[in-house]
């Protein structure tokens, strides 16, 4: 009996040190409040994937497909390709008899040129919708001659695979293609057969998890092969072809049908009801307001709960306009959200500001310190009290940051299913980096969609509905702060990660990054370091002020000005010294850019208040590089509704530009256990650069590749990594990649059989010893009593054997 005590004992001792977990939450652990405001924001939000839709019509023809620079939050692409179909390609003679055009494949040059259209959202921040089309004027029959050509088309487009490559940035497909205005009526191929085969192919052609939207609701009905009677009662299959299809409503609040939408208004929006939590619903505005009045769809007390009811996700900007002479009140709430920040505004901003999701953080509890390898707790409530819910697939993260610097983990968060009206409580318990550094850190989440690289940190996030929560440089929200404080025991588990997920996450590996020094095009001064002293700026004699810098890619300008403009138009100009070009830019309120260079690719405006930003890329553009000079810098505020009369300007002499780039990376702090080994890698942007990486501020021999790998031998290899990063015209940068602490044994508690690992084998080799069985390896035998205290990696096996005796 004694014996199998003292085994279960050290059983107990052995499985327990392979199970324990690294760090554990105090079970009476008081968090506290974060202090926000949890009141709702009436901030008109531009959150990625919802909200108001910015329509650009795109014109293919063969051999001439234009490149468009859209900059909206959300974009959709009218994709205008009836110059390849022989029913809009043709000619009309005075009388109106349309003689047939000629049917081409889609060409080369359309699928560059689109892609570059692609690009431009992708680098200006853009999520997209896109409906291909023949027609952009409403002539009817603009399809090709054969059904088949038209499919020929489609899979063209699956074969060049941009539709894949941009899938990230993917809202959702218009099913589109046929009738005038793509919208499926008046065309050749206009039956419920046949738009039912068109939803076909493109659920096969679109990737998933994309949406594709129908016009009208029968045809879904007609594809998934029940009548249309039986739509309100159509039960959905989860991840299913049919959880994938939405509405597209061209006719929106235009009658008691919206214009032929609705056959059946009640069942059909009950059926999309259940679609539209997992695909898009939206459109625009009927054009015909005086017609929408003879019904009574379009009052606010029915209007505001069905876009709740249908989850609304996007409308253009036609919403109507009387909706301003409402003023919004309780006689207008709904069910399980609320509401009253909104009292007093009128139903129009209501409207405007609650189209697709709107989160507003309720409660915000934090841990109020935390020490190094410890267990950080944060509870939240968020309230959707938008019309939807997400439909873009999201990346939740939190993010802590400290002076600038930052590191982010991936979180157990899935805001698709954030449903409109509904209180949600996500709590994350975040094990810190063991080397994080001691003082006040503020966590953020972070919520966005798109592969965001990590120069795009800030674009294509969702901002809460809170006062002072957004950090625009990070595209993040504050949760609170908490202390993290030193620990006198030092570990080498340098990850950062949340502990309580029900599906496994990818480890961060803890790394610091920055955003110090970056410049972020948001419309308002996003950080203390964006437009610091050193960089060019100017003051004028009525305070105003003209900020320049410029890294790799962008030349970037900054004003903060006085002006008075009921319609203000956002102008910036300058002249290249060298080639004599002169840049012209400007932006109105209607969304209208003017640029008197061609497309302005890359090029985008942001503003707030008194503050207004552009960037402007480098290269071919403007002919701008390092070393050029550009004078007679100007942003201008003109009122375009008071006769263009010029508001309020800011000017500055000359700029030079910097052979400059940007660095993201900043010093991580670890303990390393003993022969371990860690890659270092510093993340900048610019091309062509070289490296050579010191320890210490001492140069290491041979170290000139882009990653170095530290290895843990001995004390020696602790200290600052470093490495000096330089631009093929001489410019160099020194970035403090890591401070290696100290190195710790490997050796392990309850390891008998020192294997680096605690685990049943360690069991074996100790009862053997303990009972004294003449079995054991020379190995094993040797390794049962060889230190000087008579204990094997902190097991007294000695004293264990005498208690046996």
Not at 236 to 243: V, Y
Not at 541 to 550: A, M, P, S, W
Not at 755 to 781: F, P, R, S
């Amino acid at each position: 009996m004694k014996f199998t005590k003292i085994i279960a004992a050290a059983l107990a001792l052995l499985c327990g040190s392979a199970m324990l977990p690294k760090a554990t939450v105090g079970a009476e652990e008081v968090l506290l409040d974060s202090g926000i405001d949890y009141t709702e924001s009436t901030e008109t939000l531009g959150n990625p994937g919802a909200g108001y839709s910015s329509g650009v019509a795109v014109s293919c023809k063969p051999n001439d497909t234009k490149v468009y620079n859209p900059t909206a939050s959300l974009v959709v692409l009218f994709v205008d390709i009836g110059g390849f179909s022989s029913g809009a390609n043709g000619t009309t003679d005075d009388s109106g008899n349309y003689t047939a055009g000629t049917d081409y494949d889609l060409d080369e040059t359309f699928f560059t040129n689109f892609r570059k259209t692609l690009e431009n959202c992708r680098k200006n921040g853009c999520t997209i919708g896109i409906r291909f089309r023949y027609d952009a004027n409403g002539v009817r029959n603009p399809e090709p001659a054969t059904f088949e050509q038209m499919c020929k088309h489609i899979e063209q487009i699956r074969k060049d695979g941009f539709l894949e490559d941009y899938k990230d940035i993917i809202a959702y497909v218009e099913s589109g293609f046929v009738g005038c205005y793509g919208e499926q009526w008046g065309g050749k191929y206009c039956s419920l057969e046949d738009k039912a085969k068109l939803l076909d192919l493109l659920l096969d052609v679109v990737p998933d998890p994309i949406p594709v939207t129908v016009r009208t609701p029968n045809i879904f009905a007609k594809w998934a092969g029940i009548e249309e009677s039986e739509l309100g009662e159509y039960v959905l299959e989860p991840n299913s072809k049919a959880s994938r299809v939405g509405l597209y409503n061209d006719g929106y609040m235009g009658s008691d049908s919206d214009l032929g939408t609705f056959h059946n208004r009640e069942r059909d929006l009950k059926w999309l009801r259940q679609q539209t939590y997992t695909s898009y619903y939206g459109g625009e505005f009927s054009g015909n307001l005086d017609f929408a009045k003879q019904y009574d769809t379009y009052l606010p007390e029915n209007a505001v709960p069905e876009m709740y009811y249908s989850h609304l996700s996007y409308i253009n900007s036609n919403i109507f306009k009387l909706y301003q002479d409402y003023t919004f009140g309780k006689e207008y709430d709904v069910e399980n959200v609320d509401n009253s920040a909104y009292y007093g505004e009128t139903v129009f901003k209501f409207i405007r500001d609650h189209i697709g999701y709107r989160f507003v953080l309720r409660d915000s509890d934090l841990s109020e310190s935390v020490e190094q390898n410890g267990i950080l707790k944060v509870c939240t409530k968020i309230e959707n009290t938008g019309f939807a819910n997400p439909i873009m697939q999201q990346k939740a993260e939190i993010i802590l940051e400290k002076d600038g610097n930052y590191i982010r983990t991936a979180v157990d968060a899935n805001a698709n299913q954030w449903y409109s009206c509904t209180t949600v409580s996500p709590e994350f318990d975040l094990k810190l980096p063991a080397g994080i550094e001691a003082g006040k850190w503020n966590v953020y989440l972070k919520l966005s969609t798109g592969e965001n690289d990590i120069s795009e940190t800030n674009v294509r996030s969702i901002q809460f509905a809170n006062h002072d929560t957004w950090n625009s440089a990070l595209g993040a929200n504050y949760l609170g702060s908490f202390s993290a404080t030193e620990s006198d025991k030092p570990q080498t588990d340098n990850d950062f990660y949340q502990i309580n997920t029900e599906q496994e996450l990818p480890h961060s590996d803890g790394s610091v990054y920055t955003y110090q020094n970056l410049s972020v095009v948001d419309g308002i001064s996003s950080n203390d370091t964006e437009y610091a002293e050193d960089k060019c700026t100017v003051t004028d004699d009525n305070g105003n002020q003209l900020y320049i810098t410029n890294n790799d890619q962008y030349l970037y300008v900054f004003a903060d000005l006085t002006y008075d403009a009921a319609s203000p138009v956002y102008n910036l100009s300058f002249q290249n010294k060298t080639s004599g070009k002169r840049c012209w830019i400007y932006y109105q309120g209607n969304g209208f850019v003017y640029f008197n260079n061609g497309v302005p690719s890359g090029c985008v405006q942001k503003h707030g208040g008194r503050k207004v930003e552009f960037r402007i890329p480098l290269g071919e553009l403007v002919d701008l590089k390092a070393g050029t000079e550009i004078s007679n810098i100007s942003v201008t505020i003109q009122d375009q509704a008071n006769s263009w009369v010029n508001a309020g300007s800011v000017n500055a002499d000359s700029y030079i530009l910097q052979d400059n780039f940007d660095v993201y990376s900043a010093k991580q702090t670890v303990y390393l256990a003993e022969k371990d080994t860690m890659l270092l890698t510093p993340e900048t942007s610019g091309t062509g650069l070289s490296y050579q990486w010191y320890h210490n501020g001492e140069a290491i021999d041979g170290a000139t590749e882009k990653a170095y790998t530290v290895t843990a031998n001995t004390q020696e290899d602790c200290g600052v990594y470093s490495v000096a990063v330089s631009s093929p015209s001489g410019t160099v940068k020194i970035v403090e990649l890591c401070d290696v602490k100290g190195i710790i044994s490997q050796t392990i508690s309850g390891d008998v059989n020192q294997d680096g690992v605690v685990n049943t084998a360690d069991i074996v080799v100790l009862q053997k010893y303990l009972l004294g069985i003449d079995i054991l390896t020379e190995e094993q035998a040797e390794l049962a009593d060889t230190t000087a205290d008579g204990t094997v990696n902190g097991l007294d096996l000695g004293l264990l054997r005498s208690m046996i005796g």
